[in-house]
Every structure is written in structure tokens, then in C-alpha cells.
């Protein structure tokens, strides 16, 4: 990476967006385990079916408080939303992968979720900036 490259990713504004994109973060991503947990515990719903059950809603929590509260583009509503629906099942793909894989390495499905939440949220972050919500 190149100096500038760095430089323009520790800007204040993209330091400020990505914490406050962190923190609606933290609301979807309570909204995707209560999902999980209670898809996997209460209704017996395999844990990587849940997780992307989960990552989903989520998603439509953290795409409408995103859309408020921490980008200043503001596309159409619907427009972007169908952007941030393709970038968050591409995430939820790629989260229910890790999910799976860590299980199938023997981890308890809650640790397995709990790594693929902060390597996902990398992915959502950076796409959700460029593609959904870009100048």
C-alpha cells in the first residue's frame, strides 16, 4: 500500500464514518444473534442456516440506521437498498462460510459467529463505503 493510499484511509472522515458505522454495527449485529441464537436454540435451525437468517436482518437494520446516521450520501432509498442487500448477502455468504468452516474445525457455533463477525464486518464496511453509500 502506498503512503497515500494509508493516508486517505485514516482520514477523519472515514475514521468517523467507520465509527460510526461500528456502532450501528453493534444494534445489527445484536439483532443478528438474538436471530441465530434463536433460530439454533429455540426451533433447531442448523447454526449456518441461522447465522445468514441472522446476517440478513441485520442487514436491513444496519442499511436503514446507516442510511441515517452515519454516511452524508443519501441514496434513494430503494436504489441503495438493493445495492446494500447484494453487499450484505455477500457478506451473509461469506460469514455463514466462516461459520461453517470453524464449526467443521470443532468450535462452538457462538465463537465460530463471533470470529466471522469481526472479518465481515472489514468486508461490509469497506464495500458499503465504495459501492452503497459512495460520493
Given amino acids: 500500500m502506498?503512503?497515500?493510499f494509508?493516508?486517505?484511509?485514516?482520514?477523519?472522515?472515514?475514521?468517523?464514518?467507520?465509527?460510526?458505522f461500528a456502532a450501528v454495527g453493534a444494534v445489527a449485529t445484536a439483532v443478528h444473534y438474538a436471530v441465530l441464537i434463536g433460530l439454533t436454540?429455540?426451533?433447531?435451525?442448523?447454526?449456518?442456516?441461522?447465522?445468514a437468517c441472522g446476517a440478513l436482518?441485520?442487514?436491513v437494520?444496519?442499511?436503514?440506521?446507516?442510511?441515517?446516521?452515519?454516511?452524508a450520501v443519501r441514496p434513494a432509498y430503494m436504489r441503495g437498498l438493493v445495492k446494500?442487500?447484494?453487499?450484505?448477502?455477500i457478506g451473509a455468504a461469506l460469514n455463514a462460510?466462516?461459520?461453517g468452516f470453524f464449526m467443521?474445525?470443532?468450535?462452538?457455533?457462538?465463537?465460530?459467529?463471533?470470529?466471522?463477525?469481526?472479518?465481515?464486518?472489514?468486508?461490509?464496511?469497506a464495500v458499503s463505503r465504495v459501492v452503497v453509500f459512495r460520493e
Avoid: C, M
Avoid at 446494500?84 to 448477502?89: A, D, K, L, N, P
Avoid at 470443532?106 to 470470529?115: N, R, V
Fill in 2 to 4: 502506498t503512503p497515500e
Fill in 84 to 89: 446494500f442487500i447484494v453487499v450484505i448477502s
Fill in 104 to 125: 467443521w474445525l470443532g468450535l462452538w457455533y457462538l465463537f465460530a459467529q463471533f470470529i466471522a463477525t469481526g472479518l465481515v464486518l472489514i468486508w461490509n464496511f
Fill in 61 to 71: 437494520v444496519s442499511y436503514t440506521l446507516n442510511r441515517i446516521y452515519t454516511f
Fill in 41 to 51: 436454540e429455540i426451533f433447531g435451525v442448523h447454526p449456518v442456516i441461522g447465522t
Fill in 97 to 99: 462460510g466462516i461459520v
Fill in 6 to 20: 494509508v493516508q486517505q484511509l485514516l482520514t477523519r472522515a472515514v475514521v468517523r464514518d467507520f465509527l460510526r
Fill in 57 to 59: 436482518t441485520g442487514g
